[in-house]
């Protein structure tokens, strides 16, 4: 049971313009999210966070938006840029699972120059 | 650079036997945690301590182990292995162990051959 899934395997942005990622998770526990990004032979990056009694972060390019009654959050890169390019995964944890991540699948995001 | 330390990079070991995964932690953060990421799986949670003490466990074989140790860093023990068990094995840290974003090392590929 895939309790945090990204439905997009990947995604094409122009330069510029805005990407969007999307994550819906199943399990009505988790109370933190995460989005991190990844680079081939690299570890995932710590991107932005969000707690569940928000429903909007914002860090500079990136704003990461949840819908708790959707059960769906979104990562918004404005404007996108070629370096943005990477595999974006989405995760969540619960206060009582001590911070044990579980990631969605991944989505790799293309900017075309 | 995350500030936590692998090691080592690679490894290519043969069935049957038996290797240490080792993980130096950021200063500072007590918990770490370790993550399998194979092909078809996604990252997985494996395990986390805190301050020494097993925290959390996820879908962990019984022939893996880990520790952490005085000092904070952490290794995983990795036996009788199998063809399956090739992955990239991540280490992450965090200074608590709830609800806090986690850094994550450049990771182990183990080939199991």
């Known amino acids: 049971d895939q309790q945090v899934k990204q439905n997009s395997p990947s995604l094409s942005v122009q330069e510029g313009r805005i990407s969007i990622l999307n994550c819906d998770y199943t399990?009505?526990?988790?109370?933190?999210f995460l989005w991190y990004k990844k680079y081939p032979a690299e570890g995932p990056t710590f991107l932005i966070s969000i707690s569940s009694i928000k429903d909007k972060n914002e860090d500079g390019r990136f704003t990461v938006f949840l819908n708790k009654s959707a059960k769906h959050l979104s990562l918004h890169i404005v404007p996108s840029q070629p370096g943005d390019s990477a595999v974006y995964f989405c995760a969540a944890t619960d206060d009582n699972a001590g911070n044990m991540l579980t990631f969605g699948g991944g989505t790799r995001l293309m900017v075309k120059p | 650079d995350s500030g936590v330390t692998q090691t080592p990079k690679h490894l290519i070991t043969a069935t049957g036997q038996r290797v240490t995964l080792r993980c130096s932690p950021r200063s500072g953060d007590l918990s770490v945690y370790w993550y399998q990421q194979s092909l078809d799986q996604g990252l997985q949670f494996l395990i986390q301590?805190?301050?020494?003490?097993?925290?959390a466990k996820g879908n962990i074989l019984e022939r893996f182990s880990a520790q952490q140790f005085p000092d904070l860093h952490s290794e995983l023990n990795l036996s009788s292995l199998e063809l399956g068990d090739s992955a990239l094995y991540f280490c992450?840290?965090?200074?608590?162990?709830?609800?806090?974003?986690?850094?994550f090392g450049q990771g182990t590929r183990l080939t199991v051959v």
């Open positions: 301590y805190y301050n020494g003490e097993e925290r």
């Open positions: 992450a840290s965090s200074v608590s162990g709830q609800n806090t974003e986690a850094f």
């Open positions: 399990n009505s526990m988790f109370d933190y």
